[in-house]
């Protein structure tokens, strides 16, 4: 059982591996250990990093986040009740980055990040459970988690849990992209926050997709052609269609992509033309401004849906 355990293990990190480079956390440290600075309360002598990784975050000025990323695989399906479970690996994370606060190598990377006017850091925990479990009903395992109680035993700011249904978005969005922009530069969106104002500094998109968005519902990107440099701001979101979904999420876009670009793709899972198109008109019909419905196209971002 020992090998077997560490095979999953394994093919988990090497899949959350593969994850990382379609959202441009590249250059992750692996495999730290840590020394546990409160061996009482955590009942450890050390801890373990799965994976580290650090950016100047685009949406907050002068921050630099540190991202404690825990890899969790199953051969099997998530449980039916994954609390129980669910807390002994949040705990052990929010325990790691108790330690990690007051780490040497914490120390090193904010003296490596000085350079890029950092005054702030952030520590931020990742919990990466999948599950090789493929069939439609067990992708969602935040809706299951989402009652766990009793939560903030440890000091940590924040942790994100990324379950097979958020990572597969992210995927097929990103791999969707790729497909019908082979030669196009395709960028995350970073939106105005109110905490992004340094405009000496701030970045409009980039290959890094902020921690903010990992589990998010909906995912923004900015495509450029790199020899005409025109642009297409894009929108996807995981909810399915409905007249009443892209209603939302071209409002959304309205907002966002003002005065980025002129052409607009808003991405759904299930889009279908055949069916869907006269919704679509109609919906159009309720925006005043032609100018972004007559530059608007709607897409599946499904590879197995005809687009055309």
């Not at 692996?30 to 009942?43: A, G």
């Not at 497909?179 to 500094?201: L, P």
């Amino acid at each position: 059982m020992g090998e077997w355990s560490k095979k999953v293990g394994e093919r988990g990190e090497e899949i959350v591996r593969q994850f990382l480079r379609h959202i441009g956390w590249v250059n992750c440290q692996e495999n730290i250990e840590l020394p546990c600075l409160r061996k009482t309360r955590h009942d450890a002598k050390t801890h373990g990093i799965d994976l580290l990784f650090s950016y100047p975050s685009p949406l907050i000025d002068d921050t630099l986040d540190n991202l404690i990323i825990s890899v969790k695989y199953t051969s099997d399906a998530y449980p039916s009740s994954p609390n129980s479970i669910f807390k002994s690996h949040f705990y052990d994370l929010s325990k790691t980055i108790e330690c990690f606060k007051r780490s040497p190598i914490r120390e090193s990377l904010n003296r490596s990040f000085q350079v890029a006017d950092i005054s702030n850091m952030r520590d931020i925990g990742v919990l990466f459970w999948l599950s090789n479990d493929s069939s439609e009903d067990n992708q969602n395992l935040i809706s299951k988690i989402s009652n766990a109680r009793e939560l903030t035993k440890y000091n940590f700011d924040v942790i994100y849990v990324v379950d097979n249904f958020k990572a597969e978005f992210i995927r097929e969005v990103k791999s969707f992209l790729e497909s019908q922009y082979t030669n196009e530069r395709i960028d995350f969106f970073y939106h105005d926050t109110g905490k992004n104002i340094n405009f000496t500094s701030r970045l409009i998109s980039g290959v890094t997709l902020p921690i903010e968005f990992v589990n998010s519902n909906i995912l923004s990107f900015r495509i450029t052609d790199t020899g005409d440099n025109t642009q297409v701001f894009v929108l996807a979101m995981i909810d399915p269609f409905t007249s009443a979904t892209l209603k939302r999420t071209m409002e959304v876009a309205l907002e966002l992509g003002k005065g980025l670009t002129t052409k607009t793709l808003i991405l759904l899972p299930d889009y279908d033309p055949l069916l869907h198109s006269n919704q679509v008109n109609e919906v159009k019909l309720g925006f005043l401004d032609q100018s972004f419905t007559d530059f608007l196209d709607v897409k599946s971002y499904k590879q197995n849906i005809r687009n055309t």
